[in-house]
């Protein structure tokens, strides 16, 4: 019994020891994804009002979880009854975002300022009074966003496990969908919480203390205007990498081209490294716009039926 006992400990032991490996494979491959993620989840809660900036946060958060909840055991599964389903899957998800893409920089350039102050109390009682409205479009639209990239960070630690046991499988990407969840989401966090904490400084006796609350005054809008960009970047980023992998023919067009640039003299490593994702964006741009175009197609066929 009491060697039994030991045998199964030793066992649990190995097993913890080829987890923990095997996280922090899993860890460094998903890091990219882990990077746009943030900065679109940054930028998706901005422009929502101070006082509700953490319950946004929160509530994509748990959005967040559950998608997981929900990814985790459907990827495994597909792993093992349809294996062939995975890629196809995450191509429809990296068109998806594309098409945000495209339509948040369509949204950009017709977005009109307020003019006049008139016009801008007008607005600001508009979007008082759409409040709720507008937190719960921006939530279902951050948890949407997440669904796609945790689907390609789990997808990514599974490819990282393949050979190892259901339960390793199980443990690895359990962990991962954990840690990247908490940290994305704090981080989120603690950006969006930037200029709450540069105004308490500003307000402390200490001239040390409120020079540096000035300067967190002053640099949030900066960071949360670099985010909106840099989010929108990674939505193009991250859906043409998808199917850029996905489809072979511009998976071996992007492999071909690195390598006969890489072989200009002086500049070819550079030029090698950044071409990758060059023509993610440029894929990811091309495909948006031909969704974008194939969806007010089909609406423009199939108007939506307004109801009295």
Known sequence: MASSLLLLLDDIATVLD???VMSKMAAK???GVLGDDLALNAQQVSG????RELPVVWGVAKGSFINKLILVPLALLISVVAPWLINPLLMIGGLFLCYEGVEKVLHSLHHKKAATAEEAVEKLVKDETD???YEKEKIKGAIRTDFILS????VISLGTVAAASFISKVTVLSIIAIIMTVGVYGFVAMIVKIDDLGLYLTQQTSNVKQSIGRGLLAFAPKLMKTLTIVGTIAMFLV????IAHTIPLL???TEDTTDHLELIPNVGNIIGAITPTLINFAVGMIAGVIVLLVVSLIQKLWPKKVTS
């Open 239 to 242: 859906g043409g990498g998808i």
């Open 131 to 133: 409040l709720v409205t």
């Open 18 to 20: 080829d987890v923990a």
């Open 151 to 154: 689907a390609e960070i789990v």
């Open 251 to 253: 998976h071996h067009f």
């Open 48 to 51: 929502v009002r101070a006082d």
């Open 29 to 31: 491959k998903t890091a």
